[in-house]
């Protein structure tokens, strides 16, 4: 089965004709990933939308939901799990304390410190546009198997962990 010509491909042999000494080989992979990247950004801020959220929001209650119950992480945790700066994540935290999303506690553990935990609200919210941002990624797979969607998985985990560690 060949598959079809698409303008990536256009791409590459434009820029093998211009540029015969040059490998260019890499975008045809690369060129692929920009492109989907772009889609999929459009599907997640879309997802989101459909819920009064912002991309960052939905980082943030996903880590605190991810977390378990009582859905809860200390700053620090949050922190590591969304990869921002402290006065980022303060800034956050606190926008989303004063839409209900998220609530701040006092941590058993540290009287100085603090927790930040999900609220009921946050929860819905958060459960809502995930389950519309599986859509939204379903319909961008649409056209793969389970078994390719498996391989184009683990194709990229191996592209992908150097960058990870």
Excluded: C, Y
């Excluded at 506690?105 to 603090?114: I, S």
């Amino acid at each position: 089965m060949t598959a079809k010509r698409d303008e990536v491909d256009q791409l590459v042999a434009a820029w093998q004709r211009e540029r015969p000494d040059l490998d260019v080989e890499p975008m045809h992979v690369l060129s692929r990933v920009t492109r989907l990247a772009r889609h999929l950004d459009l599907a997640r801020k879309s997802a989101f939308s459909e819920h009064s959220l912002e991309s960052w929001e939905f980082d943030v209650l996903t880590a605190l939901r991810r977390a378990g119950d009582p859905h809860t992480l200390s700053p620090g945790r949050l922190l590591r799990e969304t990869m921002v700066t402290s006065g980022t994540m303060t800034n956050r935290v606190d926008r989303l304390a004063a839409k209900g999303l998220v609530e701040r506690l006092p941590d058993p553990d540290d009287r100085r410190g603090v927790l930040v935990r999900l609220t009921d609200s946050g929860r819905i919210r958060v459960d809502a546009a995930l389950e519309g941002l599986l859509a939204q990624e379903r319909l961008l797979l649409a056209e793969l198997t389970d078994d390719q969607r498996s391989s184009l998985a683990a194709l990229l985990r191996t592209v992908v962990a150097p960058f990870d560690r």
